[in-house]
C-alpha cells in the first residue's frame, strides 16, 4: 500500500516544467537524506492512496496534465501500477521524485520525468547549479531508454509554465 498526506496535496508549476502538475506527497520515505526537508514522510503517516482516490484527486483538479508522486514509499508495485492506470485512465504525465541516488530502469521507465538524487544541503536543491540531483524526460522506445536532463531548465529564469510541453 501506498499512503499520501491529503493536506499537502497541490497543483504546482515548477517541479515539472512546463507542466501543469498535480503534486502528491507519499508518507514512508525509506531515505536517509541529511538535512530532510519533510522529516515526518519517514512516518508511517497519511491515508491509502488507491485508484479511485487517485481518479478523484485528478477530477478535482481538472485541467491538470502531469501527476506527480512526490516520494516512492514503500511498495513499488503499488507505485507502477498506480502509474499505469493514471496513463491508461486519463492520459495525463506521470512523474516520480525520487531521493534515491540511483532508480531501476525498470521502474524508471514506467514514468514520463524522474528525479534522482538525495537531498544534500551543500549542494542545494534541483534550482541551484551545484545540485546532485537531476531530472530525467524518460523515453522508452522497445529495449531503448532515453534521458534528457531537464535539470538546466531550472537554473535558467522565467521558465513559462503555460508553453505547452512537446
Ligand atoms: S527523500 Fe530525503 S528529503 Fe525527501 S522525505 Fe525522504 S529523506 Fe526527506
Known amino acids: 500500500m501506498l499512503k499520501y498526506v491529503p493536506g499537502m496535496t497541490s497543483v504546482v508549476m515548477e517541479e515539472i516544467p512546463r507542466m501543469v502538475t498535480l503534486a ?3 508518507s514512508q520515505c525509506t531515505g536517509t537524506c ?3 526537508h519533510s522529516p515526518f514522510l519517514r512516518e508511517d503517516i497519511g491515508e491509502p492512496l488507491t485508484e479511485e482516490v487517485v481518479d478523484s484527486l485528478i477530477r478535482d483538479n481538472y485541467g491538470v496534465n502531469c501527476f506527480l508522486f512526490l516520494g516512492e514509499g514503500r511498495d513499488p508495485e503499488t507505485l507502477v501500477n498506480l502509474c499505469r492506470h493514471i496513463k491508461a485512465a486519463h492520459g495525463i504525465k506521470v512523474a516520480l521524485y525520487s531521493g534515491r541516488e540511483k532508480v531501476e530502469e525498470k521502474l524508471m521507465r514506467e514514468f514520463d520525468y524522474v528525479k534522482v538524487g538525495p537531498y544534500i544541503p ?3 536543491p534541483l534550482n541551484v547549479k551545484t545540485t546532485n540531483q537531476r531530472l530525467y524526460k524518460v523515453k522508452a522506445e522497445g529495449d531503448e531508454i532515453f534521458l534528457e536532463d531537464m535539470t538546466p531548465l531550472f537554473w ?3 521558465i513559462d509554465p503555460n508553453v505547452a510541453e512537446k
Open 24 to 26: 502528491v506527497d507519499i
Open 156 to 158: 535558467r529564469k522565467g
Open 34 to 36: 541529511r538535512g530532510c
Open 122 to 124: 551543500e549542494k542545494g
